[in-house]
């Protein structure tokens, strides 16, 4: 079972954690994955870009209070994926995004919805943010709804990174 002080958040089926190097090895192989990065800007990363990405993930983190997480299932233990909020620059503007990544073997059992609707309420009633957005590529229908389930909607056509990409949000009640 994972230590008290590195969960962040908990779902029925999922802990969100701090990553550790440990984890390492699983990203490893979602972000090897092209089915998996299919839709990622940075397309899919070796071993090394991965541990950069979790070095860059812990110590924002450590600064923020907010990241990349660890995705854990609770039955396994087993690091299946990340998913956290993170600051994304979308026509000049900071926005805070919830992203999601998963092991394909955990696709299509509402689990990224899960994971996103759990650091939708922490940015929300935790960290007191206005509002969120999730940046997908318009052929990323699983991404559309899963942002769609989260209660976003579509806001704009948009380029990130030189791609056509669609911009989901949603406004905090306190907004």
């Known amino acids: 079972?994972?230590?008290?002080?590195?969960?962040?958040?908990?779902?029925?089926?999922?802990?969100?954690?701090?990553?550790?190097?440990?984890?390492?090895?699983?990203?490893?192989?979602?972000?090897?994955?092209?089915?998996?990065?299919r839709f990622s800007v940075d397309g899919v990363k070796t071993r090394e870009q991965v541990i950069r990405f979790v070095k860059n993930s812990t110590d924002h983190h450590?600064?923020?209070?907010?990241?990349?997480?660890?995705?854990?299932?609770?039955d396994t233990g087993q690091c299946i994926g990340e998913c956290g909020i993170l600051v994304q620059h979308i026509g000049g503007i900071g926005e805070r995004e919830i992203s999601y990544r998963l092991a394909r073997s955990f696709w299509g059992r509402g689990i990224a919805t899960e994971a996103a609707m759990a650091c939708r309420v922490h940015a929300f009633e935790t960290l007191r943010v206005d509002r969120v957005i999730s940046i997908?590529?318009?052929?990323?229908?699983?991404?559309?709804?899963?942002?769609?389930?989260?209660?976003?909607?579509?806001?704009?056509?948009?380029?990130?990174?030189?791609?056509?990409v669609v911009i989901y949000g949603a406004k905090g009640s306190a907004s």
């Open 136 to 164: 997908v590529d318009p052929q990323n229908t699983a991404s559309i709804r899963v942002a769609e389930k989260i209660g976003m909607t579509r806001e704009k056509a948009d380029v990130f990174h030189g791609i056509p």
């Open 62 to 74: 450590q600064r923020n209070g907010y990241s990349q997480w660890a995705v854990v299932w609770k």
């Open 1 to 37: 079972m994972e230590s008290d002080n590195s969960v962040i958040l908990q779902t029925p089926r999922l802990i969100l954690r701090a990553f550790v190097i440990e984890d390492v090895e699983a990203l490893a192989s979602v972000h090897g994955d092209p089915e998996v990065m």
